[in-house]
C-alpha cells in the first residue's frame, strides 16, 4: 500500500492553532522529529469549552449529559456515565458488580497497572492468568482453570485495540455466574463478532486520558446496559448523593441523602466540551490511524519484525508496538528514541512491579506476558502523523532492528 498525499485524511486541519504550528516538529540536524502523540484537540474544542466558561455551569451538568448520550449512542449501548478517569471507572464498575472484600478478580498481568490496582481499589485480589502470546490478550483457555469460590468478576483489557475474544468470556462468565468488566480504555472504536464493548458486558470502560483516542487531558465513563447499574455509577462517583448539584439546581430540590459510601469522580462540563467534537470525528481520526497502522505492519513484514498479530475484527488502532529480542530492546529503544522517534514500552507485566512482588507474584508465573514485556516497543501512532513521518519512523525502526 502506499502512504501518498491523495491518501491522507485530512483530519482536524481548520482546527489546528498556532501553537501547535509553531510545535511541529522541527528537522533535526541528524533528521526529523517525530512525537510519540500528538492529541486532536484544536478551535473547535476551544470554541466548545469557550462556552461552557460563559454558562453558568462549570462542574457535571448538561454538557456532560450531552457527551453521555452521545457516547452511548455511537457505542450503540443504553447508558453511559461520564467520569474523571478510567481507574475511577473500573474502581466504580466493581463496586456496583458487588465486589468487595475478599474477593478475587480474573485479569491480566499485560495492561496499564491501573487495570489491576482498580482491583485493590475495591477491596479485592486480583488474579492473573497468562496471554496469548500473538495479541497479549488475556487467554479466554486459561480463565475456567482460575475460577475459585471467591470470584467475582472477570476483568479483561482489549490490548492496544485488539478486543479479546468476548464471546468465549461470556459463556465462561454466564456459567459460573460471573460479571464481567471491560477495560476498554484502548478500544473505543473497537469491533469483533458483532460485539462492542458495553453491549454484552456487565460495563465497559473507556480513558480519556492525554494520549487516548479522544482526550480531555483527563477523564473516563462508563458504559452499560443496565439501567440500575448507571444509577448505581452516577451515584458513586459524586459522594454517594443522591442528587448531584446540576440535578438539584433543575428540580429546585434542595435537600440530598447519602445512603452509601461514594467517591469524587464526576465528569465536569469543561471535560465534556473538549470531548464532545472529538467524538463526533472518532471515526475520521480511527480511518487515518487505520491507514499508518496497516503501512506499518505490511512494511515490517517485509522486513521479518515480529509484531502483534493484525488480530480478529475491528482494531481500535490505540498503540502500535513491535516486538524485538528482550536481548536487544533496550538498545534499539534508546536507538530509535536517538533518531528523533519518540517510543515506549507497554507494558511492564503488572506482577513484577514491587508493590505486586510484595504480595506474593514473581518473575516466571506468566511467562508469556514476561515476554512480551520484555520485547514490546510501540511506536508513534496517531491521525496527525504525516507520510513523510511515517515513512521516516518505517524506515528507521527496520534500519535499526537489521543492524541491532
Ligand atoms: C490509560 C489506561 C487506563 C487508565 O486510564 P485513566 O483514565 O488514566 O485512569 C486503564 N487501563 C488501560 C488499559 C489504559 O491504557
Redesign the pocket.
Known sequence: MELNNSRIIKVDNKSTSIAEKRNRPRPASNGMQVEFFKHNVGREELESVKAVADSLFLTTGEVVDRFEANLASYLGVKYAVG????????HLSLLAAGVGAGDEVITTPM?????AN?IGMAGARPVFVDVEPETGNIDANLIEEAITPKTKAILP???YGQMVDMKKILVIAKKHNLKVVE????ALEAKRDRIRPGTRSFAA????????SITSG???AVVTQDEKTAKKIRQLRSHGITAEAAQRHRTGVKTYDVDDLGWKYNMDNIQAALLLPQLARVEAVWKRRHEVAEYYRQAFERAGIEMPSAGAGKHAH??FPIWVSPRKRNAVLSAINSAGIGAQI??PPIHLFTLYRNLGWKKGMFPRAEKIGASAISLPLYAKLTDAEVEYVTDTVTRIVKES
Do not use: M
Open positions: 467520569l474523571t478517569s478510567c481507574t475511577g471507572a473500573l495492561s496499564f497497572v491501573a487495570t482498580a483489557v482489549h490490548l477495560d476498554a480504555a484502548h470502560c473507556f480513558s480519556f486520558y492525554a494520549t487516548k483527563e477523564g473516563g490505540h498503540l507497554n507494558y
